[in-house]
């Protein structure tokens, strides 16, 4: 994971519907709005989420109504093979293939298929056996911090680390774990304050937000990841499509981010290349404000500053007022030195 820019996760989740054809064309939306990886979540739906697990509301407005919260995800398991698959198509592809495991079984299956980067959703943050096994894996990890507080966060940081993880090889996500998050409980600058808690440790924003402001935000504030949830179509049945960007949204959302990036310069003031050819332009210089004759002197009423700049700059004014003119001047005539 580069941090050179801001690495964007375009998050297909279960949006696949369980269709490996449907999981390929998101991987070819995420790869045609130029996000750096595409993100799914792998696991087992019997290990995950007991018999007797209601449904979030948020999912019972999304999925039938009578189906428990077990029937829903098993539907929407992806099996070894076609992670394999989705992984070679990924490669194929050029962009990152990333996924999130639920359980013990999960993540074994993504370290044996080469995963370089864990990444760990915001309910599995008080799991500490789940996070010591993340963390024995010693690679880089995103820690998702939804519905957490600080002294939560530290403990899981401190577990993960405690079993090898080195503290730079994790970036803490603020996350808000509702779908769709309603703007005025993002708390963005909770995740500048995620950054003052643990200096030196990268943070980013998971956005469950609809459309693409709030991530944008983020970048702006410092976020080094981005992610976000993406559907072909808000209108299919599943769980997290109403709270997902289409791609043309996606789209828009990685166009803005990296002009945002472009846009941050290197912090030093001073005219740009493009503005250069501006400045004898818009700037002023000493002029004549009326005829002067030569041997008169110069004072704050016979001179005034006008454009164009290439003449004596006005902040040169104290040195220009009471000179005598050398040469005699008609009005706008710039003032020689």
Same mark, same amino acid.
């Given at each position: 994971?580069?941090?050179?820019?801001?690495?964007?996760?375009?998050?297909?989740?279960?949006?696949?519907?369980? +269709?490996?054809?449907?999981?390929?064309?998101?991987?070819?939306?995420?790869?045609?709005?130029?996000?750096?990886?595409?993100?799914?979540?792998?696991?087992?739906?019997?290990?995950?989420?007991?018999?007797?697990?209601?449904?979030?509301?948020?999912?019972?407005?999304?999925?039938?109504?009578?189906?428990?919260?077990?029937?829903?995800?098993?539907?929407?398991?992806?099996?070894?093979?076609?992670?394999?698959?989705?992984?070679?198509? *990924?490669?194929?592809?050029?962009?990152?293939?990333?996924?999130?495991?639920?359980?013990?079984?999960?993540?074994?299956?993504?370290?044996?298929?080469?995963?370089?980067?864990?990444?760990?959703?915001?309910?599995?943050?008080?799991?500490?056996?789940?996070?010591?096994?993340?963390?024995?894996?010693?690679?880089?990890?995103?820690?998702?911090?939804?519905?957490?507080?600080?002294?939560?966060?530290?403990?899981?940081?401190?577990?993960?680390? #405690?079993?090898?993880?080195?503290?730079?090889?994790?970036?803490?996500?603020? *996350?808000?774990?509702?779908?769709?998050?309603?703007?005025?409980?993002? &708390?963005?600058?909770?995740?500048?304050?995620?950054?003052?808690?643990?200096?030196?440790?990268?943070?980013?924003?998971?956005?469950?937000?609809? #459309?693409?402001?709030?991530?944008?935000?983020?970048?702006?504030?410092?976020?080094?990841?981005?992610?976000?949830?993406?559907?072909?179509?808000?209108?299919?049945? #599943?769980?997290?499509?109403?709270?997902?960007?289409?791609?043309?949204?996606?789209?828009?959302?990685?166009?803005?981010?990296?002009?945002?990036?472009?846009?941050?310069?290197?912090?030093?003031?001073?005219? +740009?290349?493009?503005?250069?050819?501006?400045?004898?332009?818009?700037?002023?210089?000493?002029?004549?404000? *009326?005829?002067?004759?030569?041997?008169?002197?110069?004072?704050?009423?016979?001179?005034?500053?006008?454009?164009?700049?290439?003449?004596?700059?006005?902040?040169?004014? #104290?040195?220009?007022?009471?000179?005598?003119?050398?040469?005699?001047? &008609?009005?706008?005539?710039?003032?020689?030195?």
């Amino acid at each position: 994971m580069s941090y050179n820019k801001t690495f964007i996760i375009a998050e297909a989740g279960v949006n696949h519907n369980g +269709s490996l054809e449907l999981a390929k064309k998101m991987i070819d939306a995420a790869v045609e709005a130029g996000a750096d990886a595409v993100k799914f979540q792998t696991f087992n739906a019997e290990k995950v989420v007991s018999k007797y697990a209601p449904k979030a509301e948020y999912q019972k407005k999304t999925t039938i109504a009578d189906e428990s919260q077990l029937e829903m995800i098993k539907k929407l398991e992806l099996d070894a093979a076609a992670h394999q698959t989705l992984i070679d198509y *990924c490669k194929e592809k050029d962009i990152q293939f990333l996924s999130s495991p639920f359980d013990f079984e999960s993540i074994d299956l993504l370290n044996e298929l080469g995963l370089d980067i864990f990444k760990i959703p915001s309910g599995e943050i008080t799991n500490l056996p789940y996070l010591r096994k993340i963390g024995s894996l010693k690679k880089q990890t995103i820690l998702s911090t939804g519905m957490t507080d600080l002294v939560e966060i530290k403990d899981a940081i401190d577990v993960l680390t #405690g079993a090898g993880t080195k503290l730079k090889e994790i970036t803490v996500l603020h *996350c808000n774990t509702e779908y769709p998050t309603p703007f005025e409980d993002v &708390n963005l600058k909770a995740m500048l304050t995620i950054k003052a808690a643990f200096p030196g440790m990268r943070v980013g924003y998971s956005d469950h937000t609809l #459309g693409i402001e709030i991530p944008i935000a983020a970048v702006a504030m410092g976020a080094t990841v981005i992610e976000k949830h993406f559907t072909l179509d808000r209108n299919m049945e #599943g769980p997290d499509h109403k709270a997902s960007l289409e791609p043309d949204e996606l789209k828009a959302m990685v166009h803005a981010i990296r002009n945002i990036e472009k846009a941050f310069g290197s912090g030093t003031k001073k005219p +740009s290349p493009s503005e250069l050819k501006n400045m004898s332009i818009a700037r002023k210089s000493i002029v004549a404000a *009326c005829d002067i004759r030569k041997g008169e002197p110069f004072t704050e009423e016979n001179l005034t500053a006008k454009r164009p700049g290439t003449g004596i700059s006005p902040m040169r004014w #104290g040195e220009v007022i009471g000179k005598v003119a050398k040469m005699d001047y &008609n009005a706008d005539d710039p003032i020689k030195p």
